[in-house]
């Protein structure tokens, strides 16, 4: 299997643009995670999904941002206007089932710059 | 107080030795555990994970839960250079979970 994949690798952007990451989880698992790590306050949770329905939001720092899960197999984490302390690596991780006995498998992270 | 903590290191320890990594963990309804390494600018990798008090040993590896003292442990048997890294522990609550700090380890040939 090729593990979770997401894109772009590396995204460097202008304060108030739009920014649009994207990550394709492993074939047949059920869950996805979206995560955020920065140095400050290491690995955040920020959204999960169960069969492409968001679950839990509570992680979201504010309106600027967005997620969606349109199919199994896609999902976008959407930040509009991005501010510099969005800066972080984003990372999305896939899971076959959840409760306690999910393992969860990441992807290799998007890095986002904002200036 | 922090809902998962680590000591954040550095941790140092010779090539050979055993290194110990140590957790704690604010929510008793705490059902699952994880331990990750995380190599500088890579993305975190499961190494072991645990769901019932005790000892469970995986190769070099021994994951040590204690939900009494909301503690989780991970021993490295015969460190090697290649286990440097930072180590994340990670509690999951039904699909809450949250990750401590971290804690960088290296080993020194």
């Known amino acids: 299997d090729a593990g979770v994949i997401q894109s772009p690798r590396h995204e460097v952007t202008e304060m108030g643009q739009e920014v649009t990451l994207r990550c394709k989880p492993i074939?047949?698992?059920?869950?996805l995670f979206w995560y955020r790590q920065t140095m400050m306050r290491g690995l955040e949770l920020l959204i999960y999904f169960n069969n492409n329905v968001p679950i839990d939001d509570s992680g979201m720092p504010e309106d600027r941002f967005s997620a969606k899960m349109p199919n199994a197999s896609f999902s976008t984490l959407k930040i509009q206007p991005s501010e510099p302390r969005d800066s972080a690596v984003y990372f999305c991780a896939s899971s076959r089932e959840g409760g306690y006995t999910d393992t969860q498998y990441f992807g290799p992270g998007t890095r986002l710059t904002v200036l | 107080q922090k809902e998962v903590e680590q000591n954040s290191g550095p941790l140092s320890v010779p090539e050979g030795a055993i290194a110990s990594l140590n957790c704690t963990y604010s929510d008793r309804g705490s059902q699952s555990f994880f331990w990750y390494r995380q190599y500088s600018g890579k993305s975190p990798e499961l190494i072991m994970f645990i769901y019932s008090n005790g000892d469970k040993e995986d190769g070099r590896f021994t994951a040590q839960l204690n939900k009494a003292s909301q503690y989780v442990s991970l021993l490295i048997r015969d460190s090697q250079p290649s286990d440097s890294a930072t180590y994340l522990c990670?509690?999951?609550?039904?699909?809450?979970?949250?990750f401590g700090a971290g804690t960088r380890l290296t080993v020194k040939p």
């Open positions: 990670a509690v999951d609550n039904n699909n809450d979970m949250r």
């Open positions: 074939s047949g698992h059920d869950y």
